[in-house]
């Protein structure tokens, strides 16, 4: 009889082992390398802070970085993979092709952490790190990152010009791109809200300017100014997306939207007199409910379809598979 206990104790002990062990490989945590890599973050700040002061835009770069990796297959990773003559990687998709930034500063932040623990830490972390100290320096909310994500060993351009919304998307459109990866409509208005940093290249707002009449009358004189008309003229001059403060992470961007200066057709879409018009109202009188909405949207976004365990690798260098 207590021969039988004790071998059943030992079957619900390795019982419990195993789901334990299987639960803390699929879930992401804030401690996931307070051991392994304890000098982790003020390694990675650092490099961001130093990268901002040079250029303030960077850390509106370097946040959507983490947002066009989450959005393609899952946040791990595969949009820092170079292209090589055998593979084609996610840099040439549409979306990205001539427009994200930030690659040589993730470079930077990977051999630093590596200098102090090497085959430690992710490529798909580092993007997550880097989002939140951007969102951070710039003047916006701080949020405990969850960590433990694992790099891909591929990537895909088709992905990429799937699932990455482009800023010609109805409001319908930019819904079922959100809901497709597991984020509510409030998640997509709320992280919106990070257009309140960074510039846009005039191929991507001219339409709205020279086409649309839910627009502010002086803010199109004034974007005129930068962005001809003509298809290949001035495609890449730059415009603010908040035309107030590019540089601070605040809730301008919604002051912007309520009236009529969101400088994608995407941006204003969500103040149009649709379902979302509440939300933008919300955010523009409450930042503080903006704030937490935007760090509650970004832990979710970074949830997005994690490689863990054995899964994917750590890889030395962002730019390539090991
Ligand atoms: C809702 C759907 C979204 C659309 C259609 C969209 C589209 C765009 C476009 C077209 C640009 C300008 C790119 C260029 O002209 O080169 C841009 C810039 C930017 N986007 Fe979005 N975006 C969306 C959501 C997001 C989200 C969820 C984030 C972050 C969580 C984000 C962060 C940024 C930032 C920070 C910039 C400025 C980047 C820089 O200055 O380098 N966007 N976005």
Known sequence: MAAFSSSKAIVVGLALFVLFMGSSRAQLSIDFYSESCPWLFPTVESVVQSAISKEARMGASLLRLFFHDCFVNGCDGSILLDDTPSFTGEKRAAPNFNSVRGFDVVDKIKSAV?????SVVSCADILAITARDSVYILGGPVWDVKLGRRDA????QAAANNSIPPPTSNL???ISSFNAVGLSTKDMVALSGSHTIGQARCTNFRARIYNETNIDTSFVQMRKRNC???TGSGDNNLAPLDLQTPTTFDNNYYKNLVSRRGLLHSDQQLFNGGSTDSIVTTYNNNPSTFNSDFVTGMIKMGDIKPLTGSNGEIRKNCRRVN
């Open 114 to 118: 590596e200098n102090i623990c090497p």
């Open 153 to 156: 060993r591929t990537a895909s």
């Open 228 to 230: 001809p008309s003509a």
């Open 172 to 174: 319908n459109a930019l």
